[in-house]
């Protein structure tokens, strides 16, 4: 069966601290890695890892994948009050489904 | 582009009622629309992957009775819960994929919250 496991669940840090999100997943027919920040709504798309070592970077955030020992993270630096937010990975099928992690809760505190 | 719209964004209903939830690709034609149920402190699960013009493939443990998804064109998704119980409410959430690579084939939804009273 599928599934894609995140810690830790939750966290709470302060403002400047940095933080890294784990992620690890068993998915038939893998294809890519992805990371979504959630918020109120629905998620936004953060980054799509679909081969190893390759470091993906976007301002403070940034993730990596290991496709052999099946494994991403997602490191954010010098966190905001502004990051805070759900943090959900998701493995994808080469039919396009997505399988989500449970997501972790991040909480930025000023 | 890629903009996926979804209504209602809030619905409450009684009991044993059944509520309509629209997904819309309005600037693309989505050829697969996902939905996905998301309970409150939980992640998103995946119900049902539907393609235009043919019936929806459901996820284990979904009825295919209670949600009906519908969809009748390239643009239009539908998911209706039908006879709606208390333990339905949930975030429900469309995705709609262009076919091509993720992840920008790949849009979401803002969300549809249901609370069945």
């Known amino acids: 069966e599928d599934k894609v496991v995140q810690s830790p669940l939750s966290l709470v840090v302060h403002e400047g601290d940095t933080v890294t999100l784990n992620c690890s997943y068993e998915v038939t027919n893998f294809r890519s890695l992805l990371w979504y920040k959630q918020e109120k709504k629905a998620p936004t798309f953060l980054f799509m890892l679909?081969?190893?070592?390759i470091e993906k970077k976007s301002g403070r955030l940034s993730s990596i994948l290991d496709k052999k020992e099946l494994f991403s993270i997602l490191n954010i630096t010098a966190t905001q009050t502004g990051d805070s937010a759900v943090y959900l990975c998701a493995g994808s099928s080469n039919t396009g489904k997505l399988i989500f992690g449970q997501g972790t809760t991040l909480q930025v505190k000023p | 582009g890629a903009v996926v719209s979804q209504h209602p964004s809030r619905v409450i209903c009684k009991s044993g009622t059944s509520v309509k939830i629209e997904c819309r690709s309005l600037d693309f034609q989505a050829t697969t629309m996902f939905w996905y149920r998301q309970f409150p402190k939980q992640s998103l699960m995946l119900m049902a992957t539907?393609?235009?013009?043919?019936?929806?493939?459901?996820e284990q443990g979904v009825e295919k009775d209670k949600f009906l998804i519908n969809h009748a064109s390239l643009t239009l998704s539908t998911l209706t819960v039908t006879s709606a119980h208390p333990e339905d409410s949930s975030f429900y959430i469309c995705s709609a994929s262009r076919g091509g690579n993720l992840p920008y084939g790949y849009t979401f939804g803002s969300g549809t919250r249901l609370t069945v009273v």
């Open positions: 679909t081969s190893s070592g």
């Open positions: 539907s393609n235009e013009g043919s019936k929806a493939t459901y």
